[in-house]
C-alpha cells in the first residue's frame, strides 16, 4: 500500500485576497480537489492558515467534511493563527483530534509526527544584556493569546520546553511501537542555518521571533530515525537542505507582497498552492 502525505504552510488566506464568505469556500473547494486530484491520504497544514480564527475554524470543518472517507487532515498553529485567537492553555494543551501532535500519522514503520513550535529570543544573535528585553516581550505579548497572558522571557522557554518533552515522548512511545522512519511537521524554524544573517537591530529583533535552536537539537537527537523535517514562518523558500543526515524542507506558500518582489509569474494564492504542495510518499 502507498501512503501519501500533502503539505502545506503559511497560506495566509486573509491577507492573499480571501475577504468573504464566498472566496474562501471557494479556496476550500479548491484544496478538496487537489487532495483528491493528488490521490492524498492525508493532507497537513503547517500553521499560518489565517489572522481570523472564524477562517481557520470554517477552512478545517470544511475540508474535515468534504475529505471524509477520502484524506484525513492534519495541521498545527503559527504565530499569525495564534494571534489573538487562543488561549494560552489551548495552545500549550491541544484537544482537537486533527491536530498533528494529538494525532501523528503512522503507517507501518513510519510515521509523521509534530507541533506547532514556537520562539524563546535565543535567535536574537545578541546577549541578554544587549538585547531591549522590554521591547522584545512587549511585541510577543501585544499579539499572542486571547486570555491576555502576558509572559516573562522564561515562560517562553518553557513553552519550548513543553513541546519538546511531548515531542520527545512521543517519539519515544513509537520507537517502543516498532516505528523506523519519522518525519516532523511544525510551523517555527528549527535550525540556525536558515536566519538571516544579523546586519542590523532589525535582523536581530526578527530573528528573535523565529524559532529555537532547541528544536533542531532534540530532532538530531534522534538522528538516524528523524529523516525530514517540514517547516514554514520565514516565507522563504528555503528548498531542501541537508543537514547532519536530516533534510529539512521549507517551501511556504507565503503572501502576495512577496511573490510580487520575487518576480513569479502567478501571483495567486490558488496557483501559489498548487505550486507549493509537498507531497511524502511511503510503501508499506
Request: a negative charge.
Amino acid at each position: 500500500m502507498t501512503v501519501r502525505i500533502g503539505i502545506l504552510s503559511d497560506q495566509h488566506i486573509n491577507v492573499n485576497g480571501i475577504d468573504s464568505l464566498m472566496k474562501l469556500a471557494n479556496y476550500g473547494d479548491f484544496l478538496v480537489d487537489l487532495a483528491l486530484t493528488q490521490q492524498l491520504n492525508y493532507l497537513v497544514l503547517l500553521g499560518d492558515i489565517s489572522w481570523d480564527k472564524k477562517q481557520i475554524d470554517w477552512l478545517l470543518d470544511h475540508l474535515t467534511k468534504k475529505l471524509t472517507g477520502y484524506c484525513e487532515l492534519r495541521y498545527v498553529l503559527g504565530n499569525h493563527d495564534l494571534s489573538q485567537n487562543y488561549t494560552l492553555d489551548e495552545f500549550l494543551y491541544p484537544q482537537d483530534s486533527r491536530h498533528l501532535s494529538v494525532s501523528p500519522i503512522v503507517t507501518h514503520d513510519k510515521a509523521f509526527v509534530g507541533f506547532d513550535g514556537f520562539f524563546d529570543f535565543s535567535w536574537s544573535g545578541l546577549p541578554p544584556s544587549q538585547m531591549n528585553q522590554e521591547r522584545v516581550l512587549r511585541y510577543a505579548n501585544e499579539r499572542y493569546f486571547s486570555d491576555g497572558s502576558k509572559l516573562t522571557r522564561d515562560d517562553y522557554q518553557f513553552i519550548v520546553n513543553q513541546q519538546l518533552t511531548t515531542f520527545e515522548t512521543q517519539v519515544n512511545s513509537l520507537l517502543g511501537k516498532g516505528i523506523k522512519t519519522i518525519a516532523v511537521g511544525m510551523h517555527f524554524v528549527p535550525h540556525a542555518a536558515f536566519l538571516k544573517p544579523v546586519d542590523s537591530d532589525q535582523t536581530a529583533f526578527k530573528n528573535a521571533y523565529m524559532g529555537s535552536e532547541k528544536y533542531g537539537t532534540a530532532i538530531e537527537h534522534f538522528n538516524g530515525l528523524v529523516t525530514d523535517v517540514y517547516f514554514g514562518h520565514t516565507h522563504r523558500r528555503l528548498g531542501h537542505q541537508l543537514i547532519n543526515d536530516v533534510t529539512y524542507h521549507c517551501v511556504p506558500v507565503g503572501i502576495q507582497r512577496s511573490w510580487t518582489l520575487h518576480g513569479f509569474k502567478e501571483t495567486d494564492l490558488v496557483a501559489q498552492t498548487r505550486q507549493t504542495l509537498q507531497i511524502i510518499e511511503w510503501n508499506s
